[in-house]
Nanobody, 124 residues
Framework: QVQLIESGGGLVQAGGSLRLSCAASGRTFSSFVMGWFRQTPGKEREFVTA????????YYADSVKGRFTISKDNGENTVYLQMNSLKPEDTAVYYC?????????????????WGQGTQVTVSS
């Protein structure tokens, strides 16, 4: 049974930084794409970033490019999201997701597994 457990959310002032972690377990993730999505009340869950587990190739939404960095630790089966220069509009629940595919998708419907989410709040 695949489990994704996020941690690291919290309250931060605008301009600050947070690092989210996603601990993955239950299988080998070498043929997976790992992604981060975020959601605010009344809005659809939106793509933030993704990484191909095997190659390490990364993808970012334009809104976070240059500020957020996704990375992984193969030994720990953990994916990280380093968020710098945070803005109030980054406030959301952030979800870790896993897609059993070698092709990166920006569509949440293609992801097979999800974490429970972690709240990130950026104050102005």
């Amino acid at each position: 049974q695949v489990q994704l457990i996020e941690s690291g959310g919290g309250l931060v002032q605008a301009g600050g930084s947070l690092r989210l972690s996603c601990a993955a377990s239950g299988r080998t993730f070498s043929s997976f794409v790992m992604g981060w999505f975020r959601q605010t009340p009344g809005k659809e869950r939106e793509f933030v970033t993704a990484i191909k587990w095997t190659s390490g190739t990364t993808y970012y939404a334009d809104s976070v490019k240059g500020r957020f960095t996704i990375s992984k630790d193969n030994g720990e089966n953990t994916v990280y999201l380093q968020m710098n220069s945070l803005k109030p509009e980054d406030t959301a629940v952030y979800y870790c997701a896993a897609d059993h595919s070698i092709v990166v998708s920006f569509n949440m419907a293609n992801y097979d597994y999800w974490g429970q989410g972690t709240q990130v709040t950026v104050s102005s």
